[in-house]
């Protein structure tokens, strides 16, 4: 799977973290159902506002470039989105690109303006399969040098931009002349370099498919003569106050905004995955409030099941619940199956846990019966990557003050254990006292 990176040039924002979550997503879950995964996600280190941008502060493109990179991988793994096979930079594969090019020349879909090279999308009949624009009403010859564009300027593009005093000294000196490559290129010559001409999934978001994907598969198809990718997945934008989230808009958030504001990154990364990736949605602190919540609930869950899980006690074996875990494992294969319905399976997750503390209210659950949900969870949380976190421990003193109280409570002295409890309890840790045995937690801080 080939999957769309980020453009250096500025710390990439939540709407940005929607596409790369909902990729992480799809690529966890392959893994999960047998399959081996082979990703690569670009970096694109050069065009026109990685130029712009490092020409401003008077630095060279890759130092400028070099700090947006290390953020970006910071901010992947804070969000805990697994590492591509591989992350091809756009400058590191200048000679595939004029090798592409060339070909493209050679094949007569390519022509010459000016030093620029253009691919002309007349020549391909199935131009705007993917993005369905229409070509009907374009005007022979019309050209457009700019790597973005709107979606009404169906135009022959840029395959490589002759230099010019804009660009600094950012070239390169090739057999197709003086300049740089232009953006969509990148993403042909990369994929097909490490994987092939034809492959399986490309991602990314919506706003990707024209004219980027749209010019990508038209590029690749004409070179190869061949289908290029099997399937295309686009996620929906990621809103703020009902309108797109972008940094051109000003109505974004970084990463950086949101854990300064105290937000668990593990809460950004469920709000960003709990809706289905082919809606929209609404990005407002109160929502990620309740999502960090929600996370918080569930970590806290795990947390009782696995002080209790290896408990004694002889309760029987709940065959009930051992049923309704099993439903809960078919459901959410089934809901992830079709089409990736996080929602769904974010559901069938709640209602085991629903169903989990329900039982252990009434005494009914056995160990090995939270064992088995535990293990399940974790199990489904290689998909979802949001429970697993640092088991917290005891302090000494803490540890000591729940002993004391046991063996109060063991004697009878019911007031000192109380006494106790209090005592742990503003320390922020509270007891439970169940048919396994007292179990702990610590409070967590919510918002």
Not at 146 to 159: G, H, I, N, Q, S
Not at 182 to 204: N, P, Q, R
Not at 274 to 280: E, G, L, S, T
Not at 291 to 319: C, H, K, P, W
Request: hydrophobic share 35%; with cysteine.
């Amino acid at each position: 799977m080939y999957t769309c990176g980020p453009t250096v040039y500025q710390f990439a924002h939540i709407g940005n973290f929607r596409a790369y979550v909902f990729e992480d997503i799809l690529r966890r879950y392959l893994k999960y159902k047998g399959y081996k995964v082979i990703q690569v996600m670009n970096i694109t280190d050069v065009d026109d506002k990685t130029i712009s941008r490092s020409r401003r502060e008077g630095i060279p493109l890759s130092q400028y470039t070099a700090r947006y990179i290390k953020a970006f991988f910071d901010d992947l793994d804070a969000l805990n989105i697994e590492r591509a096979e591989f992350y091809p930079r756009a400058t590191e594969h200048i000679d595939e690109m004029v090798a592409l090019i060339k070909k493209l020349l050679e094949k007569g879909y390519a022509y010459v303006s000016e030093g620029s090279i253009y691919f002309e999308i007349s020549k391909l009949k199935e131009y705007g399969m993917l993005s369905k624009v229409n070509v009907s009403e374009l005007k022979p010859g019309a050209r457009v040098r700019a790597d973005e564009y709107e979606k009404e300027e169906a135009r022959d593009f840029a395959l490589w931009r002759a230099w010019d005093e804009d660009d600094g000294d950012v070239f390169w000196e090739t057999e197709i002349g003086k300049g740089r490559p232009g953006w969509h290129i990148e993403c042909s010559a990369m994929s097909m370099k490490y994987l092939g001409e034809e492959f399986d999934i490309h991602t990314g978001g919506i706003d990707n498919i024209f004219p980027h994907h749209e010019n990508e598969l038209a590029q690749s198809r004409a070179a190869t003569g061949k289908d290029f990718v099997r399937y295309w997945l686009h996620c929906e934008h990621l809103l703020a106050d009902g309108r797109k989230m972008s940094k051109s808009l000003g109505n974004y958030y970084t990463l950086r905004d949101l854990l300064e504001k105290g937000y668990d990154p593990k809460a950004i990364r469920y709000l960003l995955m709990f809706a289905h990736y082919r809606a929209p949605i609404n990005f407002t602190e109160e929502g990620l409030k309740a999502a960090q919540n929600t996370v918080s609930g569930l970590i806290d869950f795990l947390d009782r099941l696995y002080e209790s899980m290896s408990g004694g006690g002889d309760i029987e074996y709940d065959e009930e619940l051992h049923e309704k875990a099993l439903m809960a494992e078919r459901e959410f294969e089934e809901h992830m199956d079709d089409d990736l319905d996080t929602p769904g399976a974010m559901a069938a997750i709640h209602d085991l846990v629903r169903e989990t503390n329900r039982a252990s209210e009434k005494g009914k659950v056995s160990p090995k019966n939270l064992k088995e949900v535990y293990d399940l969870l974790m199990r489904l949380d290689s998909v979802l990557g949001i429970l697993r976190h640092e088991r917290e421990r005891l302090s000494v003193e803490d540890a000591h003050l729940l002993e004391e109280r046991e063996i109060a409570r063991r004697s009878g002295d019911y007031a000192s254990a109380d006494n106790i409890r209090s005592q742990l309890l503003q320390r922020g840790i509270v007891l439970e006292d169940t048919a396994q045995g007292v179990r702990w937690r610590r409070i967590r801080t919510r918002s």
